[in-house]
């Protein structure tokens, strides 16, 4: 097969693939059955291709490909419930899609996957399978889990969403926003699982995830959130460079060199940031956004705002008293210049703090501020829980 | 459920044991590991190994022993030691393997523990 041929299916496949899944799910009502006939519809395209050239309209090329394979089969299952479908199964040849129909049959898909019936551990998996396309075993790889356990998860939430008769509709205005959290959500677990990686699969997860807040903004355009978490993933994107040094060293964010941070993505963080802004309807990823808008304000100023940024945490755990924000909290207010305070902070947070290795290394920071004892039994425990190996080298070398 | 965490290092890893440039960070990165498992409450039991160079092999073949010094092959990675612990799911145990120093310059193998047999005598 010619390099030619390949590149043109994955070029389509990247750009087209959620949009073809979504719309052949919407159409059968059937996630896994549309995936499996798009599935076929590429290794079609990958056979026919190279001899009859690629098509003029490579998606509606294969839109029609996997429609003839769903239509086979179901001639033979005899699914004729769907007055649609019995229509369907007499016109000999489909038509190919209109891109119209549906708004964006992606977004409906996004929904689907973070829909409450689903378990709120899956969201974020279903999604980059059914969007995204990506393989089980790269999904369960970059969220720690086995092949064989994801796997089984995902047909689970696929025959949840055919036997629950999932809708494939954009929510209703009223339960939008929460269903909408959950979307944001899932996409913000999926950066950050890729955050620190490179090379691996969580590392392409990143990027998937930002091509899928780029899409979520796109497609709802007046939901603030929505360009809340566009314009948090990007200000952290924009200083991934100057995470590591030359060696490959971990680089906390204080100690980074500003200089290596990227212009171009804080430029379209701040303006998504004020699209947010002028929608009026403050959240939690908006907040986040903001605070990281600020520790980006070293990069013209030289300075870094503690106080405005330690106010801002103060904000975000009344919205969303999670243990991250918390943490973050504490180190800003450390920071800020009441290091006892931020102590205090971390000393009324929960048991389970006790498991996340980030709190250890905002304790360890803390304690070192405020000149307390307990920073080395802290740092110990962090290296202890972290799995991130260029975090666990840096605390090592604090060791001393 | 139980499960044995069982992690494999590269010779170079192993070799960092010796290097005294090297042996602090290595030590530094075990001893706070370990300490955080047995602190979480999970450890039944689990212990490190000494060098793969300290092994000694016995195999019977065709009724004749063969006792050998050294590990059993000339491989990639050499179990470098292993732990038992109890927790409620594979995710958690696969959470801690991905935790473990050699993760990142070995392996780790995870595998549920053999309960025992029902019907044993008593």
């Known amino acids: ?51 009859q050239g690629v098509p003029n309209a490579p998606e509606a090329w294969l839109a029609a490909a996997a429609q003839r394979r769903l239509l086979h089969h179901a001639r033979h299952v005899r699914l ?17 899609p209109e891109r119209q129909a549906v708004p964006d049959a992606r977004l409906q898909l996004m929904f689907v996957c973070a829909h409450p019936a689903i378990a709120a551990n899956v969201h974020a998996p279903l999604m980059l399978q059914a969007v995204l396309g990506l393989d089980a075993k790269v999904v369960a ?23 629950a008769g999932l809708r494939f509709e954009t929510p ?44 979520a903004a796109q497609l709802l355009p007046r939901q ?27 680089v906390p964010l204080p100690a980074q060199d500003p200089a290596g941070w990227r212009d171009d993505l804080i430029r379209e963080a701040e303006a998504a940031l004020w699209t947010a802004a002028r929608l009026r309807q403050p959240g939690p990823f908006q907040i986040e956004a903001a605070i990281q808008s600020a520790h980006a304000q070293r990069r013209a100023t030289g300075q870094t705002p503690w106080r405005a940024i330690s106010q801002l945490y103060g904000v975000l755990v009344q919205h969303h008293a999670n243990l991250g924000a918390r943490v973050g909290q504490a180190v800003a207010q450390a920071e800020a210049g009441e290091p006892a305070a931020a102590v205090a902070l971390l000393d009324a947070l929960p048991l389970e703090a006790t498991g996340y290795a980030p709190y250890w290394v905002a304790r360890a920071h803390v304690l070192g501020l405020a000149g307390a004892p307990g920073r080395q039994a802290a740092l110990q425990r962090a290296i202890g829980l972290t799995d991130d190996p260029r975090l666990r080298d840096f605390l090592v070398a604090q060791l001393g | 459920m139980q499960y044995m965490l069982i992690f494999n290092e590269t010779t170079a890893e192993t070799g960092r044991r010796d290097d005294p440039a090297a042996a602090p960070a290595y030590w530094g990165a075990w001893n706070a590991y370990v300490g955080a498992m047995w602190d979480s409450g999970i450890v039944v039991s689990g212990n490190g190994l000494q060098s793969p160079r300290t092994a ?36 958690d145990a696969l959470e801690w393997a991905a935790r473990a120093p050699c993760a990142s310059a070995g392996s780790v193998e995870v595998r549920p523990v053999l309960p025992p047999p029902t019907n044993a005598p008593a």
Do not use: N
């Open chain 1, 1 to 51: 097969m010619s390099d030619g041929v390949a590149a043109a299916v994955e070029c389509v496949a990247r750009e087209s693939y959620g949009r073809l899944v979504a719309r052949l799910a919407w159409q059968w009502r059937d996630l896994a059955a549309a995936e499996d006939a798009l599935a076929d519809a590429f290794a079609a395209a990958l056979r026919h291709w190279p001899e």
């Open chain 1, 80 to 96: 004729t419930l769907d007055p649609r479908v019995t229509a369907l199964l007499d016109e000999a040849e489909p038509e190919a």
């Open chain 1, 141 to 163: 790889s970059a969220f720690l889990v086995s092949p064989a356990a994801m796997a089984q998860r995902l047909v689970r939430a696929k025959a949840r969403i055919r036997e």
């Open chain 1, 172 to 215: 209703e205005a009223r339960e939008l926003p929460a269903r909408l959290a959950a979307v944001l959500e899932a996409i913000y677990a999926a950066y950050t699982l890729g955050r620190h990686a490179l090379d691996s699969p969580a590392d392409d997860l990143r990027k998937e995830a930002l091509f899928l807040a780029r899409l």
């Open chain 1, 224 to 250: 603030a959130e929505a360009w809340g978490l566009l314009a948090l993933l990007l200000h952290a994107e924009s200083r991934r460079a100057a995470q590591f040094d030359a060696e490959g060293r971990f």
């Open chain 2, 56 to 91: 000694t092999h016995v195999r019977v073949e065709g009724g004749k022993r063969q006792v050998q010094d050294g590990p059993f092959a000339d491989t990639h990675e050499h179990l470098g030691g292993y732990f038992i612990v109890e927790t409620a799911s594979l995710d």
